[in-house]
């Protein structure tokens, strides 16, 4: 199995623009899971999805975050707009269940200038 | 409310030495215990668990302790080595949901 698979690495982009960060769990992971790491809070969980349907979205800062996940395989965390606060690394990971340990993706870095 | 902090953002070992790296936790309720490491441009991977019901786990060269009375996590790294500069994360578990510490950055001087 490729792993957790994240796109892009990398994303520099306007403030005020829609940003689309992407992710594809191991296969047969139950749980998917979006984290952002920041200096200050370390990684802070976002949302997190169990086969496909939103558990926990309270992490979620804003409403201009949304989160899909519309087949087992693929899951896209938007911001719209988005804003130079939103600078920070992006984590996506999966699980086979929600009890056991984590498998990251590489994680997408996001600049909003 | 940060359940789980790692007061030391950063650490640096000679070669040999043993790296200590600490994190506290404030919710009782914690049943399970993880250490993740991260390299630059890599997402975290798991290191090394432990369970509430012990107090000592060992893998190699990477030992857990867990003090529950003071809520307190440690990882060992003995001996410390170049590879194992990285950030580490410690990750507590409630009602099936990790939290995170913030990562102590290790830096192993050859």
């Known amino acids: 199995d490729a792993g957790v698979i994240q796109s892009p690495r990398h994303e520099v982009t306007e403030m005020g623009q829609e940003v689309t960060l992407r992710c594809k769990p191991i296969s047969g992971h139950d749980y998917l899971f979006w984290y952002r790491q920041t200096m200050m809070r370390g990684l802070e969980l976002l949302i997190y999805?169990?086969?496909?349907?939103?558990?926990?979205d309270s992490g979620m800062p804003e409403d201009r975050f949304s989160a899909k996940m519309p087949n087992a395989s693929f899951s896209t965390l938007k911001i719209q707009p988005s804003e130079p606060r939103d600078s920070a690394v992006y984590f996506c990971?999966?699980?086979?269940?929600?009890?056991?340990?984590?498998?990251f993706g590489s994680g997408t870095r996001l600049t909003v200038v | 409310d940060q359940q789980v902090k790692q007061n030391s953002p950063s650490l640096s070992v000679q070669e040999g030495r043993i790296s200590i790296l600490n994190c506290d936790y404030t919710n009782s309720m914690f049943d399970y215990f993880l250490w993740y490491k991260k390299y630059p441009a890599e997402g975290p991977t798991f290191l090394i668990s432990i369970s509430s019901i012990k107090d000592k786990n060992e893998d190699g060269r990477f030992t857990v302790f867990l003090n529950k009375s003071a809520k307190h996590l440690s990882l060992h790294i003995v001996p410390s080595q170049p590879g194992d500069s990285a950030v580490y994360f410690c990750?507590?578990?409630?009602?099936?949901?990790?939290?995170f510490g913030t990562g102590t950055s290790l830096t192993v001087i050859p």
């Open positions: 999805f169990n086969n496909n349907v939103p558990i926990d």
């Open positions: 990750a507590a578990r409630s009602f099936n949901q990790f939290y």
């Open positions: 990971a999966s699980a086979p269940g929600q009890a056991y340990g984590y498998t």
